[in-house]
């Protein structure tokens, strides 16, 4: 997905600066070309070799060498890069940056770049709290830069608060906003996530594994580019996403009613829910007891197949289901996309423990109405979430 993308990964010293290995890692498995630039600070913290091995390109840590011969390295890069990314970014170079400091390769880069910068800043609570911090931030913000919330929890300098560097695997997907323009602003997306509930009695239930990161990644990448999301979602442990109006359902016959009810409104509709397919044919008012029971019996009734109706229905929205397998992937999704009659549907391994529920990674294969099928290799949640819109988007405009 970040293919033919120059990326420069700005790090500063501080010990998040670990993190930035691993989210170089993300970014060349999603196909960038990557450019490191560390300051001396850095260098303490992770030796340049590490992120020279990975990237695959020198490293740059001085102004002043001359860069292939005979052009200027901190230009150079600048010009190059689609965007510019800063992780872990410390209160000194956002301070440098604001006031107009370009004393070493990495500031003088940003300042010499028009490509998009986004900062992730890292820092002890009190120093993110302190007003000269918050007004360089302000300051940058008003110019364009973008800035990626520190998260909280135990901070390496003993404090508890805001302040660690996100995961990399959010740093990843947050920063992909930045390369990808609003193209699917006149979209209205409906999406499913997570799993059902089907109670047995008042105290239990039968369900699955889903987390709903699949459906969230998915709600999260179409708004952020721009278009109208509704995500309805089962049961999960996840905060709606921004900028998404999150409906929330338990069962699968409630999920069948929402998704009937807002499907007028969709041109796209993407069903990434792992709906029960069968729900207990009786709900018992009170706790079932086990006394004088040694086995137990529940009969079970079919749920509606909510893709299907939708198939069903003639609707003028672009459909997209998921397929859930663990054994012929290919052969059991091409009969869902036949039998419920979609656009496009995604097989999903879910036998393997990095892909499919729970994991924050997945590996799917595309498969489309016209026959073509595209593999897309193991990648975080947030960019098959990408790619998939990047399809959609070119289904919908053909
Ligand atoms: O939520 P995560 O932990 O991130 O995991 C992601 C995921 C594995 C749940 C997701 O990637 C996925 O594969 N979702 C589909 C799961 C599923 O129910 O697959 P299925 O093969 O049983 O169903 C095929 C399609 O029909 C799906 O689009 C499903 O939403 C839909 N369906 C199924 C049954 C039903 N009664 N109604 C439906 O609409």
């Not at 290995?21 to 993300?26: T, W």
């Not at 520190?150 to 740093?171: I, Y």
Request: hydrophobic share 45%; glycine share 8%; with cysteine.
């Amino acid at each position: 997905m970040l293919k033919g993308k120059t990326i420069v990964l700005g790090v500063c010293g501080g010990i998040a600066a670990y993190k930035a290995v691993e989210l170089l890692r993300l970014y060349k498995k999603a196909g960038a070309d990557l450019h490191v630039i560390m300051t001396a600070a850095a260098q303490k913290f992770v030796t340049p070799l590490t992120f020279q091995t990975l990237s695959g390109n020198p490293v740059h840590t001085e102004l002043f060498d001359l860069f292939q011969g005979h052009e200027i390295g901190h230009i150079s890069l600048a010009d190059r890069a689609d965007l510019l990314v800063v992780a872990p970014a410390t209160a000194n170079l956002i301070g440098k940056v604001a006031n107009g400091i370009a004393d070493d390769l990495l500031s003088t880069t940003i300042m010499a770049t028009r490509a998009p910068v986004i900062f992730a800043p890292a820092m002890n609570t009190n120093m993110l709290e302190n007003p000269v911090y918050c007004s360089n931030q302000a300051r940058l913000e008003t110019f364009g830069y973008r800035f990626i919330e520190p998260s909280t929890g135990d901070l390496a300098c003993g404090w508890q608060g805001k302040g660690k560097l996100p995961d990399p695997a959010q740093l990843f997907s947050n920063s992909l906003t930045s390369l990808y323009p609003a193209d699917l602003s006149n979209e209205t997306f409906l999406i499913t996530a997570g799993p059902t509930r089907e109670e047995i009695d008042p105290v239990r239930y039968l369900s699955n594994y889903s987390s709903g990161k699949m459906g969230y990644a998915i709600a999260r990448a179409a708004a952020e580019r721009g278009a109208k999301v509704v995500l309805i979602s089962g049961p999960t442990a996840l905060d709606p996403p921004r900028g998404v109006e999150t409906l929330y359902v338990v069962s699968a016959q409630q999920m069948n009613g929402a998704v009937l009810e807002r499907a007028h409104e969709a041109t796209v509709v993407i069903k990434a829910a792992a709906v029960a397919d069968y729900r207990p044919l009786i709900r018992a008012d009170g706790k079932v007891k086990k006394e004088g029971q040694e086995t137990w019996s529940l009969e079970l009734e079919k749920n509606p197949d909510i893709l299907a109706t939708l198939g069903q229905m003639g609707l003028k929205a672009l459909l997209v289901g998921f397929a859930a397998e663990t054994d012929d992937l290919i052969g059991n999704a091409r009969k869902k996309l036949e039998k419920k009659n979609v656009d496009l549907i995604v097989a999903n391994d879910v036998s393997r423990v990095d892909a499919g529920f729970e994991a924050d990674t997945n590996a799917v294969r595309l498969l489309f109405r016209d026959g073509s099928e595209e593999e897309l290799p193991l990648l975080p949640k947030s960019a098959v979430a990408n790619i998939l819109l990047d399809r959609i988007k070119t289904l919908c405009d053909a």
